[in-house]
């Protein structure tokens, strides 16, 4: 057994790009060592938690029990032409190929895909059913996995686009750059013209830089958001993956709403106006109007009882019964094409929207959810979150250990709550039938 080791050509931490690779012979763990981490994040939320539980920080280069990781150095320690492998008693927090999940487009295609593999199989979940629009037009979509916005890869997929533009030529759509985040590069149309433009110039500009970097998605734009206080919203949902085949996912019971600073307005004076459209608190805390205190957040169990006083209790549960499907599909889709190595786990920060008919809309998932916190009450969250992590992760001594069957007892859970564990699936997922019965 080898385990890796990440040394910069200097002997010290630098830049990705200068880390060269060793292999040493495996210490097995013993009784009584101190357990080690190392982070690419100088993040006091990160550091504390392994500190609180008398871990030792290291450098990257020296034995560690668990690497928080940035995802460039995970695919490093993961590349081929290493030939390393970990060590039985090392973790690491992303598996080889997350973009699987977290890439815009490789997300959209990889839900379609599954979509499109159990139609082949005749899979009732599957099914699809019409849909009459408000302007009349009736429209087919799927009874049970239409829970992404209708999406298209451009340049690519640019007269797949075209044709359904001019099937609904009063949509309005975003369009979202494949290798940004943080809302950079987002932007929103209503009329062609405004993408051939942008088309034009990108084409000729792609032609002489092309990479995947210049890929964006153009997706439909949610225009009907639920709002609270006349505000647009989205949902911040954290999401743990210990295995993908069988595959293992919990939630984290303490998501968060983040809201934008000014009122939601469709208007096309506003089009332009991000502190309108886009909920990311990178592109709202730099409005007049933020609010340092509370950060534009607003708890879940906050959002539940919001909606059971004025929606009801049943509609309530309903919703987040639907999220909690979307992100079980979403898994699944992506599930078969996952490296599925035993050293890895990971957070997935979740993006979801609720339209104003309560249905919730997969807008994104983010491999490395930010870990710095903007109030007092995102740090008590996001501390727990790691703390509990920590707990779901470890097995039950708390060493790390790539052979254990990855069943956390019950106290382990903390306030993560089993979404799926294929293992012992009357565990985890409720029986499939009763959750299609349940969604009629
Ligand atoms: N289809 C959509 N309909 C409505 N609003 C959307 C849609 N897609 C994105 N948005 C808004 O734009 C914001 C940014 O989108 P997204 O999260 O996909 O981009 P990002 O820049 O990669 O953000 P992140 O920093 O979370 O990775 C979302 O938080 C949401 O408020």
Same mark, same amino acid.
């Given at each position: 057994?080898?385990?890796?080791?990440?040394?910069?050509?200097?002997?010290?931490?630098?830049?990705?790009?200068?880390?060269?690779?060793?292999?040493?012979?495996?210490?097995?763990?013993?009784?009584?060592?101190?357990?080690?981490?190392?982070?690419?994040?100088?993040?006091?939320?990160?550091? @504390?938690?392994?500190?609180?539980?008398?871990?030792?920080?290291?450098?990257?280069?020296? +034995?560690?029990?668990?690497?928080?990781?940035?995802?460039?150095?995970?695919?490093?320690?993961?590349?081929?032409?290493?030939?390393?492998?970990?060590?039985?008693?090392?973790?690491?927090?992303?598996?080889?190929?997350?973009?699987?999940?977290?890439?815009?487009?490789?997300?959209?295609?990889?839900?379609?895909?599954?979509?499109?593999?159990?139609?082949?199989?005749? @899979?009732?979940?599957?099914?699809? !059913?019409?849909?009459?629009?408000?302007?009349?037009?009736?429209?087919?979509?799927?009874?049970?996995?239409?829970?992404?916005?209708?999406?298209?890869?451009?340049?690519?997929?640019?007269?797949?686009?075209?044709? +359904?533009?001019?099937?609904?030529?009063?949509? !309005?759509?975003?369009?979202?750059?494949?290798?940004?985040?943080?809302?950079?590069?987002?932007?929103?149309?209503?009329?062609?013209?405004?993408?051939?433009?942008?088309?034009?110039?990108?084409?000729?500009?792609?032609?002489?830089?092309?990479?995947?970097?210049?890929?964006?998605?153009?997706?439909?734009?949610?225009?009907?958001?639920?709002?609270?206080?006349?505000?647009?919203?989205?949902?911040?949902?954290?999401?743990?993956?210990?295995?993908?085949?069988?595959?293992?996912?919990?939630?984290?019971?303490?998501?968060?709403?983040?809201?934008?600073?000014?009122?939601?307005?469709?208007?096309?004076?506003?089009?332009?106006?991000?502190?309108?459209?886009?909920?990311?608190?990178?592109?709202?805390?730099?409005?007049?109007?933020? /609010?340092? +205190?509370?950060?534009?957040?607003?708890?879940?169990?906050?959002?539940?009882?919001?909606?059971?006083?004025?929606?009801?209790?049943?509609?309530?549960?309903?919703?987040?019964?639907?999220?909690?499907?979307?992100?079980?599909?979403?898994?699944?889709?992506?599930?078969?094409?996952?490296?599925?190595?035993?050293?890895?786990?990971?957070?997935?920060?979740?993006?979801?929207?609720?339209?104003?008919?309560?249905?919730?809309?997969?807008?994104?998932?983010?491999?490395?959810?930010?870990?710095?916190?903007?109030?007092?009450?995102?740090?008590?969250?996001?501390?727990?979150?790691?703390?509990?992590?920590?707990?779901?992760?470890?097995?039950?001594?708390?060493?790390?250990?790539?052979?254990? /069957?990855?069943?956390?007892?019950?106290?382990?859970?903390?306030?993560?709550?089993?979404?799926?564990?294929?293992?012992?699936?009357?565990?985890?997922?409720?029986?499939?039938? +009763?959750?299609?019965?349940?969604?009629?």
């Amino acid at each position: 057994m080898r385990s890796s080791r990440i040394v910069s050509s200097h002997g010290k931490k630098s830049g990705a790009s200068s880390y060269r690779l060793t292999s040493t012979p495996h210490a097995q763990p013993h009784a009584g060592k101190r357990m080690t981490f190392c982070t690419d994040f100088d993040k006091s939320i990160v550091i @504390n938690t392994f500190k609180r539980r008398g871990w030792k920080q290291v450098m990257p280069e020296e +034995e560690w029990n668990v690497y928080w990781s940035n995802t460039v150095n995970c695919r490093t320690i993961f590349s081929l032409d290493n030939g390393l492998r970990l060590g039985d008693s090392q973790f690491i927090n992303h598996f080889p190929n997350h973009y699987e999940l977290v890439r815009k487009d490789l997300l959209v295609k990889n839900i379609k895909r599954y979509r499109r593999e159990l139609e082949k199989d005749c @899979n009732s979940l599957a099914e699809k !059913t019409e849909v009459k629009l408000p302007g009349g037009q009736v429209i087919t979509r799927y009874l049970y996995l239409d829970f992404i916005p209708v999406t298209f890869v451009l340049p690519s997929d640019y007269s797949l686009f075209v044709e +359904e533009y001019r099937k609904y030529p009063q949509t !309005t759509w975003i369009l979202k750059p494949c290798g940004k985040s943080q809302g950079a590069g987002i932007f929103l149309i209503n009329k062609l013209s405004k993408l051939k433009k942008w088309s034009r110039e990108s084409k000729t500009y792609l032609q002489h830089h092309l990479t995947s970097k210049d890929t964006y998605v153009i997706s439909r734009y949610i225009d009907n958001p639920l709002l609270i206080g006349g505000k647009k919203f989205d949902l911040r949902i954290y999401v743990l993956v210990t295995s993908f085949r069988p595959l293992k996912a919990y939630m984290f019971r303490n998501g968060f709403c983040r809201f934008c600073t000014m009122k939601y307005d469709t208007s096309v004076a506003e089009l332009d106006n991000m502190y309108v459209h886009l909920t990311n608190v990178s592109v709202q805390k730099h409005g007049s109007d933020y /609010n340092s +205190e509370h950060g534009g957040k607003l708890g879940i169990h906050n959002l539940k009882l919001y909606l059971e006083g004025t929606r009801g209790r049943e509609v309530t549960d309903r919703l987040f019964e639907s999220i909690q499907w979307l992100i079980v599909h979403s898994l699944k889709a992506v599930a078969h094409v996952m490296s599925n190595d035993r050293h890895c786990f990971e957070c997935y920060g979740y993006d979801i929207i609720i339209d104003d008919n309560l249905k919730p809309w997969l807008i994104e998932v983010n491999a490395s959810p930010s870990m710095t916190a903007t109030t007092v009450n995102d740090r008590i969250l996001k501390s727990k979150l790691l703390d509990n992590l920590l707990s779901v992760v470890l097995p039950p001594g708390g060493t790390p250990d790539s052979r254990w /069957n990855k069943t956390p007892t019950a106290e382990a859970l903390g306030d993560f709550q089993i979404l799926i564990d294929e293992d012992s699936m009357y565990k985890g997922e409720m029986d499939q039938r +009763e959750r299609l019965a349940r969604k009629n």
